[in-house]
């Protein structure tokens, strides 16, 4: 009898497979339920292969029951189909059911594999807010006997660093070294990218020179990143003691690295300097590219000589075809900064002759130069909004920012606040520079009361106020002589630890404060 129901289970398990391997799912789940129903019971191996097979098919709400299916008859998946079953959860980011896996397998005492681990790892990295949980899961696997690799340490180093914890990423770079385990590039590479965009390059660069004077083979990003966070803090010179390190030790500077130094150049130093740049680049053999040039057409403008940038662009940049987008913009915004609003716009005309398509920088700067010169109503202002809108180009948060601040500098408070609703409408969150010019034109219109419901807006929604914000709002109540209510603001704005510079503002709070007629009430 046995004998028989061992060939039948064996049948059942074959025919299961062929439907397997022919893609035909269904019948394959038909047959599994008719051999569980059947004399020839199921065991835990039977489930452990169809639910890999249903995972490697995506079929996660199927895996799932038959999942509670087993565990009701006392089976259990190995780690080997938890962890297959984990990494596919990753990918459509079902949380729910990988934290009840999780649970299942430390009841079991059964851990994931290093590959499931990582993926575990990545996934949560990636999630919003789950900082404190990656940690945990990090630390509680660790306790339980899953050692971490290099590769996990990358990943973890990489997510705390995009989170903002870079306290922690570095305790986890130092754990990482302590427990032995050697980092390679691209975990020094992570770790100098994360904590350089956080603007922590002195702790990058300390944590990690033991490493480029040691046995570790380093690629540009990680030089890159540290001259870059070097020439960004002013300390040029580190940077060219990093670029002549990576020289001696067989890295050599590529044509991002010297932009860098270019970069710098044009924004920290003089015209000649950055031309100097330019020319030992060409002496190295390294041709510069747009960015390069784009880089001294700003170096130019910064020395005020617009008419040699433009004479540049035309003789040196457009015969090449090193033009963009950025070249025009940096010459129309330099323009528009010394009042050359018609030199700009030509440069506006002449960029779609030459089949350069302009972008919202573009309209930002031109209709902000129109709008101070001629009013946010000029027939210019408007073709150029309308031009905008048949190109398909929608405004960002910069572009109604600029324009709300030219109509409330211009007092066309209607159109700032229409704006402003807009912005609201369309799923763009103010900043709090537009917000408080809003708040600002409002209180000088005598109108408080609108002010205040985009005060509480902005406590509510964000952004949250700052200094200015109160001072505004503060200033707009004092002058409707609401006393009270800029009482109450004004100890609101001490708990937050905000102290305002306006000297005379404060005074008169305090005189108020201190009046025989507060006291009476």
Known sequence: MNHTLGATRLIYRARIATCVKSGFIDHAIQLFDEMSKSNCRTFGVDYNRFIGVLVCQSQFTIAEHYYNEMAHQGFSLTPFTYSRFIVALCKVRNFTLIERLLIDMEKLGALPDIWAFNILLDFLCKEKNKVELVCRVFDSFVERG??????????????????????????????????????????????????????????????????????????????????????????????????????????????????????????????????????????DGIEPDVYSYNQLLKAFCKANRVDKACSFLEKEMEPKGLCDVVSYNTLITSCCKRGLTIEAYQLFEKMAMKGITADVVTFTVLIKAYAKKEGSYSVRVRKLFDKMKSMGILPDRVFLTTHIVNCCESEEIERAKSLFFDMLKQGITPDVVSCNAIINALCKSFKVGEAMNIFKDMQTRGPYPDKQTFSLIIKGHIQENNLDVAKELWNEMLSEGIVLDDESLARRLIEYMHSTDYAKK
Request: net charge neutral; with cysteine; aromatic share 10%.
């Open 146 to 283: 899953r050692l971490p690799d290099k590769v996990s340490y990358t990943i973890l180093i990489d997510g705390l660093c995009k989170a903002s914890q870079f306290d922690l990423a570095v305790k986890f770079w130092r754990r990482m070294i302590e427990s032995g385990i050697q980092p390679d590039d691209k975990t020094c590479t992570a770790f100098v990218v994360g904590l350089c965009n956080g603007g922590m390059v002195g702790k990058a660069y300390d944590e990690t020179v033991h490493f480029m004077k040691g046995s570790v083979k380093l690629g540009l990003l990680f030089y890159n990143t540290l001259i870059a966070g070097f020439c960004k803090i002013g300390e040029v010179g580190k940077g060219e003691t990093i670029m002549n390190f990576m020289e001696n030790n067989g890295c050599q500077p590529d044509l991002v690295t010297r932009n860098i130094f270019l970069n710098y150049a044009s924004d920290e130093r003089t015209l000649d300097d950055a031309k100097k740049y330019i020319q030992n680049m060409k002496q």
